[in-house]
C-alpha cells in the first residue's frame, strides 16, 4: 500500500498543470485505489492510465468504482475501425475466424454483445487463466481499436440478419400498460398492472382441472445465492428474469430457450442487509430497465440485451443499494433504494426512459426546510434510513404514485431519533410528473420492531358507508390490513389480519393507540407480529370481482432487545439491537383471504404450525379460473379462490421466494416461478 501511495502522489504531482475539474477526478481515483477498491488496476498501468490523453480513460471509476462497468471503449471513427480491421487480421483472425465469428476460439461478435467493454480488454491484455486464450501484443489503443471493429461487426450483422431469434422488434408503448387487462397473455409490470393486483384474467386453468398442472419447461437461471426472488416480465411471447446479482436474461416464453442475455459485474464488497436479491425488471417501449446492486440504473435494448445506458442512482459505499424492480409508466422509470439498515437517507427517483436523466426526487426523510423534517430528533434525519426498496402502484386517472417506505435507522431503537420518523414505515402518495407529496399515512410511528411499510399497495374499488370508494388497500408487516382513501389519504379503517399485541385501536384519524408495554426494552419485549412481519415484501393478489385480497401471513412474535447504538453512515446498525423468534411461542404461516370492504378474513390456508417458521412464502398469484397460486418451502400449491381448500400441490425440489406470474403463447396459458434457481413453466397437457 506505500509503494502505491507514492506512486499515486508521484502521478498527481505530474498532473498539477492540468484542470481542477480534471485533477479532481484522479484525486477521487487515487483514493479509492488507495482503499482497495480497484485491485483489477494493476499498478503502472493504473499510473500510466491517470495520464492525459490516455486510451484507458478512468473518469467514470470516480462515480463508480466499478472497473468492469465503468471503464469504456471511446474510440471509434472511421479510420479507428479499419486500423482494427487489421490488427484484426494479424493478431486473432487465425483463431476466431475472418469477421470474428469464430473458429478454434469462441465468436468474438457474440461475446462483445454479451459482455462489458472492459472484459474484451482485459481478456486480451492479461489473456483469460484456464483457457487458450493468451495476452496479445497489442497496445492500449490497439485493444481498443480491433474492439472498435469487432464492435461495428456486431451492428453490421444486426442490421442485416435481425435480431436473432427474434421475428420482430419488442415494443411495449405506455398505453398498453396501462390497458393490461386487454392484454392477459403478458405480464407487463411486477404485479402484473399498475394497481398492484398480481391477478390474471386467464381461465384456461381452472379449478377444475388445475390437478393436471404439468411441468412445460425449465430454464436454469444463474445466481451466487441460494434462492432467487425475481418476478417474470412477459411481454412479446419473451421472459425477462434477472439473475442474482448482476445479470438479466430473456428467455422465448414457449420453450425457456435463452434468446439474450446480460452481465453487468457489481463490486464484491457491497454492502447488503439480506443477500445478494433483484427482485426484476420493468418494461417500457424497446428498453428493459434494471437496478443493479450497486445502486445504478440500467436500460437494455429488449431484443438484444444490449445496454442503452446507465446512470447512477446512489453511491453504494454510503449503504445504498437497490433489490426491487422499477416501475416504468409515461415516459419515465421510477425506482426505490435499500440500506435502511446502514444509515442511509432513503429517497424515490424518476428518470427518463429515453436517456436516463433525473426527472425528480422525493426524500423519504426530509431534511431541513422540508415538510416533516421535524419528527428527527438532532442530527438523527442525516442517517435514518427509511428505504424503498420495493416496487409501487400507479394510479393514471389521479397521476398519482403510491409507494412503501422502510424502517427508521437504527430498527430497534428509538431513542436516537424521537420523533414520529416521517415518512418512515409510510405510504407516500406523490405527483408521478414532479415528485410532490399530496398526502402521506404512517402505519407505525417511531417504529422499534423494524416493520417496513414495504408491502405491494393495492388500489380497489369498494364499499363504504353506503357509496363506492376508491380505496388504497394495504395488508401491512404490523399484523392490520387497512383501508385509506387513496385520492385524500382518509383513513377508513384497520382491522388485524394476524396476531398482534403491540396497538389497542386507532384513533378517528388513525393514529395507532401504542401500548406502553410494547416497547423495546433492555430485558427483552414479547411482541406480535415477530420481526419479519405479519407479512412482508412477499405479494399479495387482489381479485377485484370477489373483493378479496390474498395474503401471505405470519402469525409469530419475537422478543424485543433495545440497547445504545450508535449509527454512522455506510456503517450496519442491525447489530445495536437484537430480536429473535421467541421459540416457546406457537407460529403458523399461512394464506388468507381477507374481504377488502371490511378487512374480515374469509378463510385461511395453513402452511406449515410449529414452534419457529423458518420459511416464508415468496408471493401470491390469483387468476380468472378461480385459483390462488402460492410457494412454500420446496412446494407450489393451488388454492380454491373462494374456500381456500387446495386443489393441487407439487414439490419443485429448491426454496420457493419468489412469486409467481401468468401469461400465455397461443391457447397455452402457462404458470411461471422460480424455485431455487430454476424458473419453472407449467401448464396443462395439450388435450386440456
Same mark, same amino acid.
Given at each position: 500500500?506505500?509503494?502505491?501511495?507514492?506512486?499515486?502522489?508521484?502521478?498527481?504531482?505530474?498532473?498539477?498543470?492540468?484542470?481542477?475539474?480534471?485533477?479532481?477526478?484522479?484525486?477521487?481515483?487515487?483514493?479509492?485505489?488507495?482503499?482497495?477498491?480497484?485491485?483489477?488496476?494493476p499498478l503502472a498501468d493504473f499510473v500510466r492510465w491517470l495520464a492525459p490523453e490516455s486510451p484507458v480513460y478512468l473518469g467514470d471509476l470516480a462515480k463508480n468504482p466499478n472497473v468492469v462497468s465503468a471503464i469504456?471503449?471511446?474510440?471509434?471513427?472511421?479510420?479507428?475501425?479499419?486500423?482494427?480491421?487489421?490488427?484484426?487480421?494479424?493478431?486473432?483472425?487465425?483463431?476466431?475466424?475472418?469477421?470474428?465469428?469464430?473458429?478454434?476460439?469462441?465468436?468474438?461478435?457474440?461475446?462483445?454483445?454479451?459482455?462489458?467493454?472492459?472484459?474484451?480488454?482485459?481478456?486480451?491484455?492479461?489473456?483469460?487463466?484456464?483457457?487458450?486464450?493468451?495476452?496479445?501484443?497489442?497496445?492500449?489503443?490497439?485493444?481498443?481499436?480491433?474492439?472498435?471493429?469487432?464492435?461495428?461487426?456486431?451492428?453490421?450483422?444486426?442490421?442485416?440478419?435481425?435480431?436473432?431469434?427474434?421475428?420482430?422488434?419488442?415494443?411495449?408503448?405506455?398505453?398498453?400498460?396501462?390497458?393490461?387487462?386487454?392484454?392477459?397473455?403478458?405480464?407487463?409490470t411486477f404485479a402484473g398492472n399498475y394497481a398492484g393486483h398480481r391477478h390474471s384474467h386467464l381461465s384456461s386453468i381452472s379449478k377444475q382441472n388445475v390437478r393436471k398442472l404439468r411441468v412445460a419447461w425449465v430454464?436454469?437461471?444463474?445466481?451466487?445465492?441460494?434462492f432467487l426472488e425475481a418476478s417474470p416480465i412477459v411481454a412479446s411471447n419473451l421472459v425477462f428474469v434477472t439473475e442474482s446479482p448482476d445479470g438479466v436474461v430473456a428467455l422465448d416464453a414457449a420453450t425457456g430457450?435463452?434468446?439474450?442475455?446480460?452481465?453487468?459485474?457489481?463490486?464484491?464488497?457491497?454492502?447488503?442487509?439480506?443477500?445478494?436479491?433483484?427482485?426484476?425488471?420493468?418494461?417500457?417501449?424497446?428498453?428493459?430497465?434494471?437496478?443493479?446492486?450497486?445502486?445504478?440504473?440500467?436500460?437494455?435494448?429488449?431484443?438484444?440485451?444490449?445496454?442503452?445506458?446507465?446512470?447512477?442512482?446512489?453511491?453504494?459505499?454510503?449503504?445504498?443499494?437497490?433489490?426491487?424492480?422499477?416501475?416504468?409508466?409515461?415516459?419515465?422509470?421510477?425506482?426505490?433504494?435499500?440500506?435502511?439498515?446502514?444509515?442511509?437517507?432513503?429517497?424515490?427517483?424518476?428518470?427518463?426512459?429515453?436517456?436516463?436523466?433525473?426527472?425528480?426526487?422525493?426524500?423519504?426523510?426530509?431534511?431541513?426546510?422540508?415538510?416533516?423534517?421535524?419528527?428527527?430528533?438532532?442530527?438523527?434525519?442525516?442517517?435514518?434510513?427509511?428505504?424503498?426498496?420495493?416496487?409501487?402502484?400507479?394510479?393514471?386517472?389521479?397521476?398519482?404514485?403510491?409507494?412503501?417506505?422502510?424502517?427508521?435507522?437504527?430498527?430497534?431503537?428509538?431513542?436516537?431519533?424521537?420523533?414520529?420518523?416521517?415518512?418512515?414505515?409510510?405510504?407516500?402518495?406523490?405527483?408521478?410528473?414532479?415528485?410532490?407529496?399530496?398526502?402521506?399515512?404512517?402505519?407505525?410511528?417511531?417504529?422499534?420492531?423494524?416493520?417496513?411499510?414495504?408491502?405491494?399497495?393495492?388500489?380497489?374499488?369498494?364499499?363504504?358507508?353506503?357509496?363506492?370508494?376508491?380505496?388504497?388497500?394495504?395488508?401491512?408487516?404490523?399484523?392490520?390490513?387497512?383501508?385509506?382513501?387513496?385520492?385524500?389519504?382518509?383513513?377508513?379503517?384497520?382491522?388485524?389480519?394476524?396476531?398482534?399485541?403491540?396497538?389497542?385501536?386507532?384513533?378517528?384519524?388513525?393514529?395507532?393507540?401504542?401500548?406502553?408495554? &410494547?416497547?423495546? %426494552?433492555?430485558? +427483552?419485549?414479547?411482541?406480535?407480529?415477530?420481526?419479519? *412481519? #405479519?407479512?412482508?415484501?412477499? !405479494? =399479495?393478489?387482489?381479485?377485484?370481482?370477489?373483493?378479496?385480497?390474498?395474503?401471505?401471513?405470519?402469525?409469530?412474535?419475537?422478543?424485543?432487545?433495545?440497547?445504545?447504538?450508535?449509527?454512522?453512515?455506510?456503517?450496519?446498525?442491525?447489530?445495536?439491537?437484537?430480536?429473535?423468534?421467541?421459540?416457546?411461542?406457537?407460529?403458523?404461516?399461512?394464506?388468507?383471504?381477507?374481504?377488502?370492504?371490511?378487512?374480515?378474513?374469509?378463510?385461511?390456508?395453513?402452511?406449515?404450525?410449529?414452534?419457529?417458521?423458518?420459511?416464508?412464502?415468496?408471493?401470491?398469484?390469483?387468476?380468472?379460473?378461480?385459483?390462488?397460486?402460492?410457494?412454500?418451502?420446496?412446494?407450489?400449491? &393451488?388454492?380454491? %379462490?373462494?374456500? +381456500?381448500?387446495?386443489?393441487?400441490?407439487?414439490?419443485? *425440489? #429448491?426454496?420457493?421466494?419468489? !412469486? =409467481?406470474?401468468?401469461?400465455?403463447?397461443?391457447?397455452?396459458?402457462?404458470?411461471?416461478?422460480?424455485?431455487?434457481?430454476?424458473?419453472?413453466?407449467?401448464?396443462?397437457?395439450?388435450?386440456?
Open positions: 500500500m506505500g509503494l502505491v501511495f507514492v506512486a499515486a502522489l508521484v502521478a498527481l504531482a505530474a498532473l498539477a498543470i492540468i484542470s481542477s475539474d480534471a485533477l479532481a477526478w484522479r484525486a477521487r481515483v487515487v483514493r479509492a485505489k488507495l482503499l482497495g477498491e480497484l485491485p483489477e488496476l469504456t471503449n471511446f474510440i471509434s471513427g472511421k479510420d479507428s475501425v479499419e486500423r482494427g480491421a487489421r490488427l484484426y487480421g494479424t493478431s486473432c483472425s487465425s483463431c476466431h475466424g475472418d469477421g470474428g465469428r469464430g473458429k478454434s476460439g469462441p465468436d468474438l461478435v457474440s461475446f462483445i454483445g454479451n459482455n462489458t467493454d472492459w472484459t474484451f480488454f482485459a481478456a486480451v491484455k492479461w489473456g483469460r487463466p484456464g483457457t487458450a486464450m493468451s495476452a496479445q501484443p497489442l497496445a492500449d489503443r490497439e485493444i481498443w481499436e480491433t474492439h472498435a471493429y469487432l464492435k461495428q461487426r456486431l451492428l453490421d450483422t444486426s442490421s442485416t440478419e435481425g435480431t436473432p431469434a427474434m421475428a420482430a422488434q419488442i415494443k411495449v408503448e405506455a398505453a398498453s400498460i396501462l390497458e393490461s387487462g386487454k392484454r392477459p397473455n403478458e405480464w407487463l430454464a436454469q437461471l444463474r445466481s451466487t445465492n441460494e430457450k435463452k434468446v439474450w442475455e446480460f452481465r453487468r459485474p457489481v463490486p464484491t464488497n457491497l454492502p447488503l442487509c439480506c443477500g445478494p436479491v433483484n427482485r426484476g425488471v420493468a418494461i417500457l417501449n424497446d428498453s428493459v430497465f434494471v437496478g443493479t446492486l450497486d445502486a445504478h440504473l440500467v436500460a437494455l435494448n429488449a431484443s438484444t440485451g444490449r445496454k442503452k445506458w446507465e446512470t447512477r442512482v446512489a453511491d453504494f459505499r454510503d449503504g445504498y443499494s437497490m433489490t426491487g424492480a422499477p416501475l416504468a409508466l409515461g415516459d419515465r422509470v421510477v425506482v426505490g433504494v435499500a440500506g435502511g439498515e446502514f444509515g442511509i437517507r432513503g429517497f424515490i427517483a424518476a428518470y427518463a426512459a429515453s436517456d436516463g436523466r433525473l426527472l425528480w426526487k422525493f426524500n423519504t426523510v426530509p431534511g431541513p426546510g422540508e415538510a416533516g423534517h421535524d419528527t428527527w430528533a438532532g442530527d438523527s434525519w442525516k442517517t435514518g434510513g427509511a428505504p424503498t426498496w420495493t416496487t409501487g402502484a400507479y394510479d393514471a386517472n389521479l397521476n398519482l404514485l403510491y409507494w412503501g417506505v422502510g424502517n427508521p435507522a437504527p430498527p430497534f431503537q428509538s431513542k436516537e431519533r424521537a420523533g414520529a420518523n416521517l415518512f418512515s414505515n409510510s405510504v407516500v402518495a406523490l405527483d408521478s410528473g414532479s415528485g410532490e407529496l399530496r398526502w402521506h399515512y404512517q402505519f407505525t410511528p417511531g417504529d422499534e420492531h423494524d416493520w417496513d411499510a414495504v408491502q405491494q399497495p393495492v388500489l380497489a374499488e369498494i364499499p363504504w358507508q353506503g357509496q363506492p370508494r376508491a380505496a388504497l388497500l394495504w395488508a401491512n408487516r404490523n399484523g392490520f390490513f387497512y383501508a385509506i382513501d387513496r385520492q385524500t389519504g382518509q383513513f377508513l379503517f384497520a382491522r388485524p389480519f394476524a396476531k398482534q399485541t403491540w396497538a389497542a385501536g386507532f384513533t378517528p384519524d388513525g393514529h395507532p393507540i401504542v401500548r406502553p408495554e &410494547a416497547k423495546s %426494552s433492555r430485558k +427483552g419485549t414479547l411482541v406480535s407480529p415477530a420481526v419479519g *412481519g #405479519a407479512t412482508n415484501w412477499w !405479494p =399479495p393478489s387482489y381479485d377485484a370481482g370477489r373483493r378479496l385480497m390474498y395474503v401471505p401471513t405470519i402469525d409469530a412474535a419475537s422478543i424485543y432487545f433495545a440497547s445504545e447504538v450508535h449509527v454512522a453512515k455506510g456503517e450496519r446498525a442491525w447489530e445495536g439491537s437484537t430480536s429473535i423468534f421467541s421459540g416457546n411461542q406457537s407460529a403458523l404461516a399461512s394464506i388468507r383471504a381477507i374481504e377488502a370492504g371490511t378487512g374480515n378474513v374469509r378463510w385461511e390456508a395453513p402452511l406449515e404450525r410449529g414452534a419457529d417458521i423458518t420459511h416464508f412464502v415468496g408471493g401470491v398469484l390469483s387468476t380468472a379460473g378461480g385459483v390462488v397460486f402460492a410457494g412454500y418451502y420446496h412446494e407450489f400449491l &393451488a388454492f380454491d %379462490s373462494d374456500t +381456500g381448500r387446495t386443489l393441487w400441490r407439487i414439490r419443485l *425440489g #429448491a426454496r420457493l421466494n419468489a !412469486p =409467481p406470474v401468468a401469461y400465455a403463447v397461443g391457447r397455452t396459458q402457462f404458470i411461471a416461478v422460480i424455485a431455487g434457481n430454476t424458473l419453472f413453466a407449467l401448464s396443462l397437457p395439450p388435450m386440456d
